[in-house]
């Protein structure tokens, strides 16, 4: 929700609807939208941050900037000549993973080398014949946004990682002491391993050739909130960078506090997080999201930025096809159709480490249905460079 400050008679104040959500005292995230197109000029966010509100994130392709900001200094922000409107920044409760043993465990035909038991995840998208084809994922690159990466386990060692960035250290503050120190690398590297790990006998991943950008968006803690606006900046980063594909296992539905969106919002064009993933298919880069595990929770629906119309959101199903019970399901509240695909999502072979060191485990949820599907896509857009993320 924007909320608009005209800047006459307004100038210099807080709009009434704006004054309801922000507290007395403390500082709060929020997006500082500015006026015209194109780069967010140096100046312009150099005299917002004279104002004493840090800067977080420079948005180019929405034309904002987050801030943590005390009331005063927003009202010093309102008054500012370039600025069009404020509205807080979402923050959102991770998407929880299924628990382990929480599901039958399917009974999956004999593996085949090379690919070992990861073989029926794989040949459920026909990714063994692809191989045979010389198809790999090489010359594509694909940036993950996750919770963190574990990059010393045997199955994502050889990858080629060309470039890594921890959002989460990056846009810390005095606010995040308590935040846990948990790097999420469990996550992350199970997505990696499952898109592009190879450790032949063991677990083979569909677009092991590829070049992969890792990006650090999420903490793991089910009690601290994420926030839009680093998997915002990580995204421009990944285009940057030159990438072809963003892939993003974690979703995110309300905080308890109410802020962020609800379902009503969920109609491709209100979450800002949203809006930057559609805007990154836009400028030729295909972003491949979870659909999200909540089928069965209060929630109920899709977890954004699955909403989105250009995105290619990604559902789970069993060793049967059927559509997983977690699962979430569309329509959007626009009345779309989603998700768009779906893979094995329910007892998938992925890498994992825990005390004993490095290991394999099967994980179920949408979450990890993505990277099977994002590799699928690697493979189709080697064999098809000159397509666009739409075809």
């Known amino acids: 929700m924007l909320y608009l400050i005209p800047f006459s008679p307004w100038a210099g104040e807080i709009s009434p609807r704006l004054e309801r959500v922000l507290p007395p005292e403390g500082r709060v995230l929020m997006w500082v939208d500015l006026v015209g197109e194109g780069e967010v000029p140096d100046a312009w966010v150099e005299e917002i941050a004279k104002t004493g509100a840090r800067v977080r994130v420079r948005s180019k392709w929405l034309r904002s900037v987050s801030v ?210 559609d805007e990154a298919v836009r400028r030729g880069i295909l972003v491949v999201t979870a659909a999200g595990n909540e089928a069965q929770s209060e929630w109920g629906t899709l977890i954004c930025p699955g909403d989105g119309d250009s995105v290619i959101t990604v559902g789970a199903v069993d060793e049967d096809l059927e559509v997983a019970s977690f699962s979430s399901q569309g329509p959007t509240s626009d009345g779309r159709v989603k998700p768009d695909l779906v893979a094995l999502g329910v007892e998938v072979l992925a890498a994992w480490t825990d005390s004993s060191g490095a290991t394999y485990r099967r994980i179920s949820g949408t979450s990890i249905a993505t990277p099977l599907i994002t590799g699928l896509s690697a493979l189709i857009l080697q064999a098809h460079p000159d397509w666009s993320p739409i075809q």
């Open 68 to 277: 943590r900001a005390t009331k005063g200094q927003l009202e010093e922000i309102a008054s500012l000549p370039f600025v069009r409107g404020l509205s807080p920044v979402a923050r959102f409760r991770r998407a929880e993973p299924m628990p382990l043993g929480s599901l039958p465990v399917p009974k999956f035909p004999p593996g085949r080398a090379p690919y070992g038991p990861s073989f029926f995840q794989l040949d459920m998208l026909g990714v063994p014949e692809l191989h045979k084809m010389g198809l790999t994922g090489e010359g594509i690159r694909i940036a993950v946004l996750d919770a963190g990466f574990d990059t010393t386990h045997p199955a994502v060692l050889g990858l080629r990682i060309i470039a890594f960035k921890d959002f989460v250290k990056e846009l810390a503050d005095d606010t995040l002491e308590a935040s846990p120190t948990s790097s999420g690398n469990g996550h992350g590297l199970s997505v990696l391993s499952v898109l592009g790990g190879r450790d032949e006998g063991k677990l083979v991943g569909p677009a092991y050739g590829a070049e992969f950008i890792l990006a650090r968006t999420e903490n793991t803690s089910w009690e601290w909130p994420l926030e839009e606006d680093a998997w915002i900046a990580a995204a421009e980063w990944a285009d940057s960078l030159g990438a072809d594909i963003i892939s993003s296992s974690l979703g995110y539905f309300r905080w308890d506090d109410g802020t962020g969106y609800s379902p009503d919002d969920l109609d491709g064009d209100t979450p800002r997080i949203t809006r930057a993933a």
